[in-house]
């Protein structure tokens, strides 16, 4: 990298992947047809396209669907104030795929593998002016290109990272050359100081997640729900997985002992989680109903299964109260903005890892509240339904989300200025 003596593991990266590259090339392409891409798009990730573009371009790596999502309304922004084209790659099929239909006035293209023919030949092929990396995946090979090409490198809402940690001294020769790195939160910025970055470098930053458009409804299928839940009290469990879900309908059976009449809406991460939840709540002696199924929800329905695609906004809306997924097993937590923007009171369990800054925040906003385990849920439900403090909750939730709407603008000046800097 930038340093005279980069350190040992990172030397011998670059000695390894310079050695095996045969076998590093065999391997992807088995990982390539496992995730179900398109195999004649396999020669991308080995740095040959049809695509060549010889007129500059801003490349934009967003690793896997998560980060391509983060990314859009910040491109759309530097192609209309900068009047830039934008290359993105990702490594995932999720990622690619969401790019084709969300982001057509972009060019996709997979992201070359980490070896010395790979990045060679992509970085040939495009003339990027600024290579821009969403949160991580930060490759040797391919950074060590960049620099000898003098092009500036931006690292975008940073995470936490133990890696990181662990190997301080190799992601401080990865990182120094970097004219841009944003942080999500004070004390990742802390670390990237202490990696030796320039502090006029880093910059501290809402989430870029706060980005992302509130998720759409169907109005009809809004007036439709409404009317068959009445006025019965609601609450919604979203993007549930297996240990979450064993809690959920554990908590529900305290709320039913005081709200006999509460509908809990029981969104699982994964659709095909429907007869298996149908199942165990009829275990549980719950009497359930499931959305994919058009069962209608009656004054019997104890809980309603929305085991379909899209449809998440419907159910923020119409509930006070959600416990969002994820956070009772090992999963590490779901994106807890998508919800406050709907003013529903947020609540999550203890194993949010995945997200840890953004539920600090929301928890210091009075936006969101953690609760450790089934007992500790249900009597947080009840109280939260026995009051106004879900809706003061809910409120603080959408006010946090209104005062970070702005930080799209500051994101695309920070890159702009990178951009507008003389070429090294």
Known sequence: MAQEHPPLLLRTWMLVTRILAVPLTALSWVLHRRMGADPTRFAERLGRSDLQCRESVVWFHAASLGEATQIASLVQHLIRSENVRVLVTTTTAAGADWVARKMPYVTHQFAPIDTPGATERFLNRWSISAAVFVEGDLWPQLLGGL???????????????????????????????????????????????????????????????????????????????????????????ASTHPADEEAVLTAHQEVLEAHPDTLLILAPRHLNRGLPLQKLAQSANLTAARRSLDEKVSAATQVYIADTL????????????????????????????????????????????????????????GAAEKVGDPEHLGRTVVRLLRSDEA????????AFWNDSQDCTVNYAELVAGVLKRPAA
């Not at 790195?181 to 970055?197: F, P, Q």
Request: proline letters at 6%; one cysteine or more; aromatic letters at 8%.
């Open 147 to 237: 620099d000898k090409r003098g092009i500036p490198r931006i690292l975008l809402n940073a995470r936490r990272s133990r890696t990181r940690e662990r190997f301080p001294a190799v992601f401080a020769a990865l990182l120094k050359p970097f004219a841009l790195v944003t942080c999500r939160s004070d004390s990742i910025a802390e670390g990237m100081a202490a990696l030796g970055l320039a502090s006029d470098r880093i910059h501290v930053l809402p989430d870029l997640r706060l980005t992302l458009p509130k998720l759409t409804i169907s109005d009809e299928a809004l007036s439709l729900l409404s009317l068959a839940v009445e006025k019965r009290p609601v609450w919604l469990a």
């Open 310 to 365: 899209g449809e998440l906004g419907i159910f923020f809306t119409l509930s006070p109260v959600t416990f969002l997924g994820g956070s009772f097993g090992q999963e590490g937590g779901h994106n807890p903005y998508e919800p406050v923007c709907f003013e529903t009171a947020l609540l999550y369990g203890p194993h949010v890892a995945n997200f840890a800054e953004a539920y600090k925040a929301l928890s210091r906003a």
């Open 391 to 398: 809706r003061k909750i809910g409120q603080a939730g959408l």
